[in-house]
């Protein structure tokens, strides 16, 4: 009997179970804490030296006047940028890629229809008719661009680069923003336009922007990607 007693398995004890599952609890709101932290500083790393680059909430926009001060929010108060990005308004632009879409050679993009722009029958020739000057309002164009060139001219064609096309395709989008809601993000508190000013600082090849910040052309045309009002694509 004895011998069997010592030989025998005997019984775990219950004791240590507490402390492990403690332990183990201690552990998951650690993992929980770190991935938390980890969420609210993954902006920083899409931040650069050369600004505007940060892109926005999916459909949704900055003012250029604000672009830079928001950027530093990211780097500083992470939680105050995700706030002011919810609250920013939306936007609901057509890309370059849309502006210039055709079938059987005639375009297709509904923004063309608008009163505001008025090519109601969507022939090429008439949309081809539509120049700079119209979708800016001024006679000495925007961007670099001439007030009598074709916008559709010099979205389609190879004379213009990207920030130029960024540029018009955003003044497109201000035409009608009856249907895109530009407006909300280019007109500031002072009732000017800001497409005015970046266009200017495409046309000079940089310049102080609307936030008082050095822009260049590629700084003007990742803005109006970012905030969606002149993508290409």
């Not at 902006?43 to 003012?63: D, E, N, W």
């Not at 809601?181 to 000079?204: E, H, Y």
Request: hydrophobic letters at 35%; charged letters at 15%.
């Amino acid at each position: 009997m004895s011998e069997r007693q010592i030989h025998d398995p005997q019984s775990t004890p219950q004791a240590p179970a507490p402390v492990d599952a403690s332990a183990g609890e201690l552990a998951s709101v650690r993992r929980r804490r770190f991935i938390k932290a980890g969420a609210g500083v993954i902006p920083v790393a899409l931040t650069l030296s050369s600004r505007p680059v940060l892109a926005t909430t999916q459909g949704k926009c900055f003012s250029a006047s604000a672009w830079g001060s928001i950027q530093t929010l990211v780097g500083t108060n992470a939680s105050q940028y995700t706030r002011k990005a919810s609250k920013a308004p939306t936007v609901n632009c057509y890309t370059k890629a849309e502006w210039c879409a055709t079938s059987n050679g005639n375009p297709t993009c509904a923004g063309w229809k608008v009163s505001s722009i008025s090519c109601a029958n969507l022939q090429l020739n008439t949309v081809k008719a539509y120049n700079v000057t119209k979708a800016c309002g001024t006679s000495s164009g925007t961007a670099g661009v001439g007030g009598n060139t074709s916008v559709w001219t010099a979205l389609t064609g190879n004379s213009c680069s990207d920030a130029q096309k960024a540029v018009l395709v955003a003044w497109l989008n201000f035409r009608i923003s009856t249907t895109t809601s530009t407006d909300v993000c280019v007109i500031d508190s002072f009732s000017s336009n800001q497409l005015t000013t970046l266009g200017n600082i495409v046309r000079t090849g940089g310049g102080t922007g609307p936030d008082g910040k050095q822009w260049s052309p590629t700084n003007v045309k990742d803005y109006l990607h970012n905030n969606y009002i002149g993508r290409l694509s």
